[in-house]
């Protein structure tokens, strides 16, 4: 069964780059039926998605990050990650990464999360 | 900006059904905004419960369903259970194929 891990460091100053890690186990990043995506949760709050990547490279980020946002994969270690640039403190959050499956509709594709990671909190402070 | 509504809470007992429903601050959904929901409970990660409408998940038990009620897209629980007590998010697909979580429905079984 896939099995989705973050790692990254927990603690990040104020107008600093967040970088986070996506292991991905039991799965391939190249399988071409998904897309991985980050998604965060601040304390207390509901979940915010952030974006997802595609194995040719296509990435889909959400407007109000997109400016400080970049998702890549790296096939040869089965990962993902994620960078965001020029954190504050409401960038704390719990921060989960995610499988999407994409579905091929009559109009359109499709988008859902299928698998999640447990979430890592980051924490953005001097 | 578009906004994804939900209700923030739900009470419901033992054995009752609720009917949750997600929404947009201007415009109907329908089936092509391919709604998907999840299940939190504190301190985890979410869980995937229905995804195009109507398709249950994997292992998602059948009192859980989906579907569009007039303009909004809705989770149904039949018979809630002790255990459903947790957060609901809805996921409204917008163009360009920018996933927006609704901002959760916390439901309470009393």
């Known amino acids: 069964q896939l099995q989705l891990q973050e790692s990254g460091p927990r603690l990040v100053k104020p107008l600093q780059t967040l970088s986070l890690t996506c292991n991905v186990s039991?799965?391939?990043?190249?399988?071409?039926?998904?897309?991985w995506s980050w998604i965060r949760q601040p304390a207390g709050k509901g979940l915010e998605y952030i974006g997802r990547?595609?194995?040719?490279?296509?990435?889909n980020y959400n407007p109000s990050l997109e400016s400080r946002v970049t998702i890549s994969l790296d096939t040869s270690r089965n990962q993902f990650s994620l960078e965001l640039g020029s954190v504050s403190a409401a960038d704390t959050a719990i921060y989960y990464c995610?499988?999407?499956?994409?579905?091929?509709?009559?109009?359109?594709?499709?988008?859902?999360?299928?698998?999640w990671g447990q979430g890592t909190l980051v924490t953005v402070s001097s | 900006q578009t906004v994804v509504t939900q209700e923030p809470s739900f009470s419901v007992s033992p054995g009752e059904t609720i009917t949750l429903t997600c929404g947009l601050s201007s415009g109907s959904v329908s089936i092509n905004s391919y709604a998907s929901w999840y299940q939190q409970t504190p301190g985890q990660a979410p869980r995937t419960l229905i995804y195009n409408t109507n398709i249950r998940s994997s292992g998602v038990p059948d009192r859980f369903s989906g579907s569009i009620l007039g303009n909004k897209a809705a989770l149904t629980i039949t018979g809630a259970q002790a255990d459903d007590e947790s957060d609901f998010y809805c996921?409204?697909?917008?163009?360009?194929?920018?996933?927006?979580f609704g901002g959760g429905t916390r439901v309470t079984v009393l």
């Open positions: 996921v409204l697909q917008m163009a360009g194929g920018i996933s927006v």
């Open positions: 995610a499988r999407v499956r994409a579905v091929t509709m009559i109009r359109g594709k499709s988008y859902y999360f299928d698998s």
């Open positions: 990547v595609y194995m040719t490279g296509p990435t």
């Open positions: 039991d799965g391939s990043i190249t399988n071409g039926r998904y897309h």
